[in-house]
């Protein structure tokens, strides 16, 4: 932590061209790729606030990640520019005071001690988690109306880092579920996958490509990774930030929070709600995704590519065959993970029946009862700020 900080105090002195001190250090925790600290700015020859937070990707780039994905930090470094070019009232992210490719180093803006849309799921106030989660829902959908034409910044960001090809890990994850998933399935559940059902899984993969609806996305979005502040709700951790179609980052909020992977439901309704809320902002800007004629397919379409995504990942280790592979976008639940994978199905099942497309409503069926000699049967939880709640996916 020490280093960590020495390093942030040489970046904001040589940016300023006067000595900065840093103190009082806080571990905030991170990661195995990273470490947060926040520091208090004890000596400030120009305008930085009180307080700082340092991010710090540990090791060189090619030791970033266990995966064969690219370096994580141009993906952080690039997102947090963009939005730090943005208006202060249209920006939802942490201001970008510094940044430092050579020793992998970011320092941001302090949000504060606030509390979580995390911390609102695991309390006793149901009324204040539902602002909470509506809240969020509002604030990602602002995010993605005022990035929506903003893709080429985005771009020219990261090649200035020196990424020259980004991709999209949900895109790259989500092909490979689409050519896997029907053997999985097969071998480790016996359903067979009728022609219809994967023929309408794929033809979603239209969502991957090059929309008219792409926008910034967090890639997953987290309820520890959202800040409740008194100027709204505040998104961190950026590491996988990219553009994407915009219903596939609502279909993960609806799920929900694939990349969490925790073991609960929200009560019933409240996906509804979430995405209507999301809705109202992105609808300013394509106003045609206010009509449930256009906005309804697409729910479906990115619904169905997260469900196959999580089962790529989550059916191996249900059924005892080992670990499906390692995704950034899916969280693996430390419990219940067969009735976790059951609730993405029910999901899937009812935006399947609501646009009246019978070939997934058939499937998931299928699925959803295989998975019961596994525990797939069993009631998830709901959030404990819902516990009093009746809820179901």
């Known amino acids: 932590m020490d280093r960590t900080v020495a390093f942030a ?9 006067a000595q900065v001190r840093l103190a009082d250090a806080e571990d ?16 400030n020859p120009f305008s930085l606030p009180r307080s700082l937070v340092v991010k710090h990707y540990l090791g060189a780039p090619d030791q970033a990640d266990g995966t064969d994905r690219a370096d994580p930090f141009p993906y952080e470094a690039a997102s947090c520019q963009l939005f730090t070019a943005l208006p202060a009232e249209d920006r939802a992210t942490p201001t970008l005071y510094a940044n430092d490719p050579e020793r992998r180093l970011l320092v941001l803006e302090d949000l504060g001690r606030c509390s979580t849309l995390a911390d609102k799921l695991d309390g006793d106030d149901p009324k204040a988690a539902e602002r909470a989660l509506l809240g ?18 985005f771009g020219a960001l990261l090649r200035r880092s020196g990424v020259r090809h ?7 994850d989500a092909r490979s579920a689409l050519a896997e998933v029907p053997d999985l399935l097969a071998h480790l559940l016996r359903v067979e996958a009728a022609p219809a059902a994967v023929a309408h899984a794929r033809s979603a993969s239209s969502l991957l490509g090059g929309t008219e609806y792409r926008a910034f996305s967090p890639s997953e979005v987290s309820p520890e990774n959202c800040l409740l502040t008194g100027a709204g709700a505040r998104f961190l951790d950026f590491e996988w930030g990219c553009f994407r179609d915009v219903a596939l980052t609502a279909a993960s909020v609806r799920l929900p929070f694939p990349g969490w992977g925790r073991a609960a439901v929200l ?27 256009v906005s309804g397919p697409r729910h479906l379409a990115a619904t169905t590519l997260w469900v196959w995504v999580c089962t790529r990942t989550l059916l191996p280790g249900v059924v005892g065959r080992g670990a499906g592979p390692d995704q950034v976008v899916v969280g693996r639940p430390t419990e219940r993970a067969a009735a976790v994978l059951a609730s993405y199905w029910r999901r899937l099942r009812t935006d399947a029946d609501r646009q009246h497309v019978d070939a997934p409503v058939g499937l998931a069926d299928a699925v959803v009862a295989a998975l019961e000699p596994y525990g797939g049967d069993e009631p998830l939880p709901p959030f404990p700020a819902f516990s009093r709640c009746t809820s179901r996916p």
Request: proline share 5%; net charge negative; aromatic share 4%.
């Open 28 to 43: 905030l925790g991170g990661s195995t790729r990273s470490r947060v600290v926040r520091v208090r700015v004890s000596e």
């Open 166 to 172: 980004w991709r999209d890990p949900l895109a790259d």
């Open 136 to 153: 969020a829902s509002r604030a990602l959908g602002n995010l993605q109306a005022v990035t929506a034409a903003r893709e080429g910044d």
């Open 9 to 17: 105090e040489e970046l904001l002195t040589r940016r300023s061209g």
């Open 267 to 293: 009560p019933t309704g409240m996906a509804e709600a979430m995405a209507a809320s999301w809705q109202s902002e992105v609808s300013g800007v394509w106003p045609e995704l206010a009509d449930p004629t």
